[in-house]
């Protein structure tokens, strides 16, 4: 199954610690990439994160983000910081001096102050439990998303196939009416210069002319080609590196072709092969 690079996934959940939320979202690169950002408390999660990301993502740029709050906890007393209450108590009254009309700190403004009131340890065990079965979730989500962006670009890549084809068949069918238009070309070119020659010596112009124009070879490897696309985009791996190599190759043959066509319609298929090698090769960029 062909899976596009780009995706992304959110999933959230909660329970008596509070609540976790994981956004992912990937796009295309060169290799796998990670960027995982947590809470500084979940910080020992990252290495099994990364490893789990791994399991189920071959290549792109992937951003992990996990947002946590916690859970309001039943304490039966309060405890507080002393010292640092003193201490922010004292700077108020300290810098109330160097104001006029300054409003007054009530004691709730003092309790709200970020450390004061010392909240309890959490038991972080069942957090990171459930920050992983929900990542796993995410992942989940992240795959299936990217697998049916994967199957539009491959039924993509199918047309464009089929349309090479069709390039392909139509300047072989016209072949014959190239060869023979060669051959009045190069009588009436004789017929200009009055010149006289064996019929021999004929045939065996006509035929080198021919030669150097004979795009059999090329047509041929079109067709390999195209029939080697067909078959990468039916396996079970990651195809973006070979399908990205076979349009370099399906790209020289077309301009090859144009550079030995002498018929309009002959360069107006090979055009119109670029245009379509084009269209897939962007295509492909987005393959995993």
Not at 123 to 144: R, S
Not at 153 to 164: D, F, S, Y
Not at 177 to 198: F, K, N, Y
């Amino acid at each position: 199954m062909s899976y596009s690079m780009t995706g992304f996934a959110r999933c959230e959940s909660s329970g008596e610690f509070g609540s976790l939320v994981w956004e992912l979202r990937s796009v295309n690169h060169r290799y796998l990439e990670i960027s995982p950002r947590l809470p500084e408390e979940l910080r020992g999660l990252e290495g099994k994160v990364r490893e789990r990301i791994q399991s189920r993502v071959g290549r792109g740029k992937v951003e992990c983000n996990l947002r946590f709050r916690r859970g309001a906890v039943a304490q039966d007393t309060i405890e507080l910081n002393d010292e640092l209450a003193k201490e922010v108590i004292s700077t108020v009254v300290r810098v109330e001096h160097w104001m006029m009309n300054a409003a007054r700190m009530t004691a709730m403004d003092i309790l709200r102050w970020p450390g004061v009131v010392i909240e309890p340890e959490q038991d972080l065990q069942p957090v990171m439990t459930a920050a992983l079965e929900l990542l796993d979730e995410a992942l989940t989500t992240l795959v299936e998303n990217r697998g049916r962006e994967g199957a539009h670009i491959k039924e993509l890549l199918q047309a464009r196939c089929e349309a090479i084809t069709g390039q392909v068949s139509r300047v072989r069918a016209r072949r014959p009416q190239v060869v023979e238009a060669l051959r009045e070309r190069v009588l009436s070119r004789i017929q200009e210069l009055g010149t006289d020659l064996e019929p021999g010596r004929l045939e065996q112009e006509l035929a080198l002319q021919a030669q150097k124009l004979d795009v059999a070879e090329e047509l041929d490897r079109l067709d390999g080609h195209v029939k080697e696309i067909r078959a990468v985009l039916a396996r079970r791996e990651p195809v973006g590196r070979r399908l990205d190599f076979l349009m370099q190759e399906l790209n020289r043959e077309a301009n090859t072709l144009s550079s030995k066509s002498n018929d309009m319609e002959t360069t107006q298929a090979a055009v119109e092969l670029k245009v379509l090698i084009e269209q897939m090769r962007e295509q492909i960029q987005n393959l995993e």
